[in-house]
C-alpha cells in the first residue's frame, strides 16, 4: 500500500482476556487491580478483550457499558468484546466497542471452493498432513533485554535468560536454557499442547494459548529452579524439572 503513503502489516501483540462468568462490578473491579499491583508495568496501557460469553445470567447494555468504563479506568486499554455467537445481546449493535469473533472463529485465508464434496477420509487426511509440517524453531543466543520482544512462528529456544521486563512469544514451545525472569507465552495462537521449559523460573507471567499465571502464584510452586509449564484441563500446571 504504499502508493497511499502506508503500508498495512500483521503485528503481534498481547491481548489480555477477561472472561467475565457472573456480573459483579465490584468484585470484577477488586480482583483486576490486585491482578495489576502485582505486575503493574505488564497491565499499563495493556490491550484487553471483555468475553460475555461464559455467562450464565444476562448483563444489560449500561452494566456492560459501566464494566467497559471501570476496566479503563485502570489503565487497561479494551480493544473489543466477545460473546456466545448463539446468543449475542439484543443490544450488541449499541456497544461502543467492536464485537470480535472467536479467537479460532477467522482464518487467515479464506478456502478455495470445492469442485466436489470430498469423502470424510480425503479431509481428515488433509487436515492431519497439514499439521505435521512444523515451524522452523527459532534459536536466540544472546539475552533478551527488558523492554524487548521475541516471537517465533514455530517453538522458540532461547540459549541465555530472559531479562524482567523482556517478553517472548511463540506459536509453539517456549525453551529457555537460562533464567526466565520477563514473560513468556507459548502456544499464542491456540495451541493447547505448548509447553513452556526454563532452567530457572523467575517469571512475572506464564501463559499457554491465553491461560496465564503470575509470579506470586508461580512462587508458591517452583521458583529459581527448573521447570516446564504446561496446560492440563484449561489450568497450567507447573512441574519441576
Not at 80 to 104: E, F
Request: negative net charge; hydrophobic residues 45%.
Amino acid at each position: 500500500m504504499t502508493d497511499s503513503g502506508f503500508r498495512l502489516k500483521g503485528s503481534v501483540v498481547t491481548t489480555i482476556l477477561l472472561e467475565v462468568q457472573t456480573f459483579s462490578l465490584d468484585d470484577i473491579l477488586f480482583h483486576l487491580k490486585e491482578k495489576i499491583d502485582q505486575v503493574p508495568h505488564f497491565f499499563n496501557q495493556a490491550p484487553i478483550i471483555i468475553d460475555i460469553s461464559k455467562m450464565k445470567r444476562g448483563i444489560t447494555l449500561d452494566q456492560f457499558e459501566t464494566l467497559i468504563k471501570s476496566v479503563s479506568s485502570l489503565g487497561l486499554g479494551v480493544i473489543g468484546w466477545r460473546c456466545d455467537p448463539d446468543s449475542t445481546p439484543v443490544w450488541g449493535a449499541s456497544v461502543t466497542i467492536p464485537l470480535l469473533p472467536a479467537s479460532k472463529a477467522r482464518p487467515i485465508s479464506p478456502p478455495l471452493p470445492l469442485k466436489e464434496e470430498p469423502s470424510p477420509d480425503v479431509v481428515v487426511k488433509t487436515v492431519v498432513e497439514e499439521r505435521l509440517v512444523p515451524q522452523a524453531a527459532k534459536v536466540i543466543t544472546k539475552p533478551i533485554r527488558s523492554g524487548q520482544q521475541v516471537y517465533a512462528e514455530g517453538d522458540l529456544i532461547i540459549l541465555a535468560q530472559v531479562s524482567a521486563g523482556a517478553e517472548v512469544l511463540a506459536d509453539g514451545n517456549i525453551h529457555v536454557y537460562g533464567a526466565l525472569r520477563g514473560r513468556a507465552l507459548a502456544g499464542v495462537k491456540g495451541d493447547t499442547e505448548a509447553r513452556i521449559f526454563c532452567k530457572s523460573m523467575e517469571a512475572e507471567l506464564v501463559s499457554i494459548a491465553g491461560n496465564f499465571m503470575l509470579s506470586d502464584a508461580l512462587q508458591n510452586i517452583v521458583w529459581k529452579d527448573g521447570a516446564q509449564v504446561l496446560l492440563v484441563d484449561d489450568s497450567l500446571e507447573i512441574v519441576p524439572l
